[in-house]
């Protein structure tokens, strides 16, 4: 996109401007659209790309008889190293199955094993609860939501238009500002509410299990806007990702440990029993990515392996079929090989503030999804409870804007400033290449003070090489991902204790007297300020 031909359209009219299409914004845009608004749609890519489609475990609810909320809020919390917000899990997960129960309504499909669910069991959960479809359970229920979004006549999607600034008037947001792909043109929307539904950022770092459009852009326009950002320290890194020569960081389900898969060291020991006796390799995602870490440097390995052995081939190729496909098409047969296995980024559990029907701190703007803090997941998240997250405060964002009755604006003026100052594309690549390079060695599994420090210098340099934000949308992912990882370094240096995904070499223990609280801050005039 050439700069000095971008044109602002007209503004266009909708009630409700939702940016991102995975779990949290569909549900949010159906309840919206049931109370008789207009809602709009936006997503950067086509509307199925996010998060949501990648999604293979499950979704986590207390369905089955002898199940109880109780219990799975129990676990919940216990995942959450101390800083789950309890009446934020309680919403979670007693609201859960009805979510569940509707879903399927909608027409979701889970496994059934003689006419019951088969449920699952994943790593810090304490009995089976987590519902599948195969091991593509976040494309059955993208699908789903998709075909119910496709029947209501007041939802319209709106693909390749990607939000990069919200606008505001009187301290309340009046609209966003959209980038659009296809005209090379900014699309002012004037609309009652906005909804961040963007996902993820596991893009930040080199090695991710994320779909590539988790580039943290949600967070940052709400970090721009000035809105309250909570937690952003807490990055959960997946324990075991696909370590193969030439092939993507493809998630390993954590469901496959779930069914009996073992870790192993390079020597073929069984290792767990060292970091979690009772445990083992359903420990908490942070407990296991750490304990193949040290495994990594003790054995001075490049992977460890993840053993399926010993399980029956056919309840393999059926149970886990897209993982098995995957696999062959590198050339691994996991009924016969054990698979090599690295931690990635996958999940962060900071994000936008919000309260528990979604309200961020400024005024129409409302959060739901991975992209937002309701401290539903505190330090670290319990497995397959992302999902459920997204269809339960998916479904609340948008019952809250139906009952906060915000006016449509009536004033919009345009007030984005455009940077007419391009990057070549091999620029702007190195700069994509760099930065996620940066956070993996400053802000990965391990961190440390002068380590965090070195890469929040480092991220300014190469904020400096752009000068401005880029109105192009790779240059713009570029950008943001600089942005977010700024915020996410400089609220690991400030968080000086170890607590669930957020591990300090210098800080080991964790801290309660001074540190069982939310890490908030926000971004005010080129300045980070913890609140």
Sequence with gaps: MDSDLIKIESPLKTDVLILGSGIAGLRCAIEIAKGGLKVTVATKDFPKESNTLYAQGGIAAAVDPDDSPKSHFEDTIRAGDGLCKEEAVKVLVEEGPERIRELISFG???????????????????????????????????QTLMKQMAITSKIEPLAYSMGIKLAVNNDRCVGAYLLDEKKSTILPVKCRAVVLATGGAGRLFQESTNSPIATGDGMVVALEAGIEMANLEFVQFHPTALHLKNAPRFLLSESMRGEGAILRNTKGERFMEKYDKNL?????????????????????????????????????????????ATCISYGLDITKEMIPVHPAAHYIMGGVKTDLFARTSLKGVYAAGEVSCTGVHGANRLASNSLLEGLVFGCRAGRAILEDTLPMPTKFEKDIEINTQTLSPEVVNELRRQTPSLMWQGAGISRNGSGLENLFS?????????????????????????????????????????????????????????WKRDTTLIYKNGKHIFL
Excluded: C
């Design 108 to 142: 979701a499909e889970f496994d059934k094993k003689a006419g019951v669910y088969h449920l699952t069991k994943e790593g810090a959960h304490s009995l089976r609860r987590i519902l599948h479809s195969g091991d593509s359970t976040g494309k059955e229920i993208e």
């Design 280 to 324: 083992m390799e359903l420990a908490p995602r942070d407990v296991v990515a750490r304990a193949i870490v040290s495994e990594l440097k003790k054995d001075k390995a490049p992977h460890v392996f993840l053993d399926l052995t010993h399980l029956d081939p056919e309840f393999i190729r059926n149970r886990f079929p897209t993982i098995y």
């Design 458 to 514: 480092e991220l300014l340099n190469l904020e400096a090489i752009f000068g401005k934000a880029p109105f192009e949308r790779r240059a713009r992912e570029t950008w943001n991902m600089i942005q977010l990882g700024k915020a996410i370094s400089i609220s690991a240096n400030y968080r000086t204790e170890s607590r669930g995904a957020h591990f300090r070499e210098d800080f080991p223990k964790r801290d309660d007297i001074r």
